[in-house]
């Protein structure tokens, strides 16, 4: 009883080792918003695509809400190209 429980355990150790994780094929689609209002009820900052971009602008009230997938969903409201979409 001992020798099956063990070469059971030893197999499953082994089948979860050598099976690797089935990737994410896709991300989650993050809203996308119909236009600068929308959006910016819900992130008053602006979207940014990463935290090191700056602003072309001048200066802002808000500090964006940092995410690179919700910013490439509403990448059409990013009309002077800094990065930022609906900067406020």
């Known amino acids: 009883m001992k020798k099956r429980l063990a070469y059971g355990l030893s197999f499953a150790l082994l089948?979860?080792?050598?099976?690797?994780?089935?990737p994410q094929v896709a991300h989650a689609k993050e809203?996308?918003?119909?236009?600068?209002?929308?959006?910016?009820?819900?992130?008053?900052?602006?979207?940014?695509?990463?935290?090191?971009?700056?602003?072309?602008?001048g200066k802002t009230k808000h500090k964006p809400f940092v995410s690179a997938?919700?910013?490439e969903d509403n990448k059409k409201k990013d009309r002077d190209n800094d990065f930022i979409a609906c900067e406020k």
Do not use: F, M
């Not at 979860?16 to 994780?21: G, K, Q, Y």
């Not at 236009?35 to 695509?49: H, I, M, P, Q, S």
């Open 15 to 22: 089948l979860a080792v050598t099976v690797p994780a089935s």
């Open 31 to 57: 809203k996308t918003y119909k236009n600068c209002t929308e959006l910016n009820r819900d992130y008053k900052g602006g979207v940014a695509k990463s935290a090191s971009v700056t602003n072309k602008g």
């Open 69 to 71: 997938s919700l910013y």
